[in-house]
């Protein structure tokens, strides 16, 4: 089992960078693969970006690809989503999950999920 902890989430101005975090606890955190999902109000949850358990791969959702970067240190058990040139339509609840065996972007497969952390992109 593994338990994951979202920081950095913060009310920010269009165009700026914003990086957040998820801490994860147990031992076997190197071997899940991460991910990283949003959540505006009233729309379904959506996928922004997976690693896998190396940090050899990575994909992006078209909506985030080239602004946005995921990166894990499995030294300290984190995982990084670093965000830039942020946009209104960014604005949602992100949500880190972690997974022993999938790695994709439907967040109904992903086993282990934080309580999210609030990103609030104001024009």
């Known amino acids: 089992q593994v338990q994951l902890v979202e920081s950095g989430g913060g009310l920010v101005q269009a165009g700026v960078s914003l990086r957040l975090s998820c801490a994860a606890s147990?031992?076997?955190?190197?071997?899940?693969?991460m991910g990283w999902f949003r959540q505006a109000p009233g729309k379904e949850r959506e996928f922004v970006a997976v690693i896998n358990w190396t940090g050899g791969s990575t994909n992006y959702a078209d909506s985030v690809k080239g602004r946005f970067t995921i990166s894990r240190d499995n030294a300290k058990n984190i995982v990084y989503l670093q965000m830039n040139s942020l946009k209104p339509e960014d604005t949602a609840v992100y949500y880190c999950?972690?997974?022993?065996?999938?790695?994709?972007?439907?967040?109904?497969?992903?086993?282990?999920w934080g309580q999210g952390t609030q990103v609030t992109v104001s024009s």
């Open positions: 147990g031992r076997t955190f190197s071997t899940y693969n």
């Open positions: 999950a972690a997974d022993g065996s999938y790695y994709g972007s439907r967040w109904r497969n992903f086993g282990f």
